[in-house]
Nanobody, 121 residues
Framework: QVQLVESGGGLVQAGGSLRLSCAAS????????IGWYRQAPGKQRELVAT???????NYADSVKGRFTISRDNAKNTVYLQMNSLNPEDTAVYYC???????????????WGQGTQVTVSS
């Protein structure tokens, strides 16, 4: 079982920045993909960004150039640096983890409890 704990959410004005953290209860240096997803009220959960254990990253078009995902395997933590925030970024942000082997998913999804990000105009 993998536990994920998010932190760093809060209230920020448009144009501001926040950094989210996702601390994993397992080593993040093993083969895995860790990502951030978000869910706004009345909307489906959507991908924000992912990072593989090899360092490959993937971003939603809506956050490219503004958000940066990174990982510190020594701390078993993944970060999401969010800059130039706008009210459309308001959502609960969730951390997600799954294991991979030989390029294929080999575990189910693990989710954190979420952290609220609110951007005021």
């Amino acid at each position: 079982q993998v536990q994920l704990v998010e932190s760093g959410g809060g209230l920020v004005q448009a144009g501001g920045s926040l950094r989210l953290s996702c601390a994993a209860s397992t080593s993040t240096s093993s083969s895995n993909v860790i990502g951030w997803y978000r869910q706004a009220p009345g909307k489906q959960r959507e991908l924000v960004a992912t990072i593989s254990s090899g360092g490959s990253t993937n971003y939603a078009d809506s956050v490219k150039g503004r958000f940066t995902i990174s990982r510190d395997n020594a701390k078993n933590t993944v970060y999401l640096q969010m800059n130039s925030l706008n009210p459309e970024d308001t959502a609960v942000y969730y951390c997600n983890y799954y294991r991979v082997a030989f390029g294929r998913r080999v575990s189910g999804d693990y989710w954190g409890q979420g952290t609220q990000v609110t951007v005021s105009s």
